[in-house]
């Protein structure tokens, strides 16, 4: 049977947009989606999925040239939107089934970058409209 060809979500491919559209002249050296030899060891959502769909997402924190993952993150998390599984940032994560409320986070600390889990539903991680965010 042949592998599928990983590809990025729908919702990932329009938050991306966004943000490029918003901050061209961010840094992107922490960005990315698929996961690496490391991530292929472990359960992770930089992995595709039975589908090929990978439902993640990191993005450089860039202040210098305008872009705050933090205050991403605090838009993503008031936007409460279902596309969201979970959202990592600054040894903080918040996810829908924990109320949206932010929590310690001890594993990796994503300082360097916001990570976006999206929600494991196709009708949901496939869905490309605008995201509201400030």
Avoid: C
Avoid at 20 to 34: C, K, L, N, T, V
């Amino acid at each position: 049977m042949p592998r599928t060809r990983a590809r990025r979500s729908k919702a990932a491919e329009q938050l991306n947009r966004q943000i490029a559209s918003a901050h061209p002249d961010r840094q992107r050296h922490s960005d990315g989606w698929i996961g690496d030899a490391a991530h292929r060891r472990r359960k992770s959502d930089h992995n595709p999925n039975k589908d090929g769909v990978v439902l993640a997402e990191d993005i450089t924190h860039d202040p210098a040239n305008g872009f705050d993952a933090s205050r991403l993150a605090e838009s993503l998390r008031r936007s409460r939107d279902p596309r969201i599984d979970y959202v990592i940032h600054n040894k903080r994560i918040f996810s829908e089934d924990k109320g949206w409320r932010w929590r310690p986070y001890d594993g990796h600390p994503h300082s360097g970058h916001i990570h976006i889990s999206f929600a494991k539903d196709s009708e949901l991680y496939d869905d490309g409209k605008p995201w509201v965010i400030e």
